[in-house]
C-alpha cells in the first residue's frame, strides 16, 4: 500500500514522523520496511496521532510500505481502541 494510497482511502493517516518523536505506541520505520522507495532517516508512524488529510497536501510519494509493516501499524491501531 502507498502512502499516497493510505491517504486517499482513509479519512484519517497515521503520521509518519523523524524517529527523534517516539512515544510507546510508535512503530519504528526503516528502509526494510518498504516494498518500493525509502526514507532520508528512521521514522515512526504514530498511529495514536490520527489526523485528517486531503490528497492535495500529498506532495510526492515516499515510497510503499510492506504488507508486515502496514499489518503492523492496523495491529496497534486497533490495540490503542480496543485499550480506549
Known amino acids: 500500500m502507498s502512502l499516497q494510497h493510505l491517504a486517499e482511502t482513509t479519512s484519517s493517516s497515521a503520521r509518519l514522523r523523524a524517529?527523534?518523536?517516539?512515544?510507546?505506541?510508535?512503530?519504528?520505520?526503516?528502509?526494510m520496511d518498504f516494498s518500493e522507495g525509502s526514507?532520508?532517516?528512521?521514522?515512526?508512524?504514530?498511529?495514536?496521532?490520527l489526523f485528517s488529510a486531503s490528497t492535495s497536501l500529498v506532495l510526492y510519494q515516499a515510497?510503499?510500505?510492506?504488507?508486515?509493516?502496514?499489518?503492523?501499524v492496523?495491529?496497534?491501531?486497533?490495540?490503542?481502541?480496543?485499550?480506549?
Open 19 to 31: 524517529a527523534r518523536l517516539r512515544d510507546h505506541y510508535a512503530i519504528s520505520i526503516t528502509d
Open 74 to 84: 492496523i495491529t496497534r491501531i486497533i490495540d490503542i481502541l480496543q485499550a480506549g
Open 63 to 72: 515510497g510503499r510500505l510492506n504488507d508486515q509493516a502496514v499489518t503492523s
Open 39 to 49: 526514507l532520508h532517516k528512521q521514522s515512526n508512524v504514530r498511529p495514536n496521532r
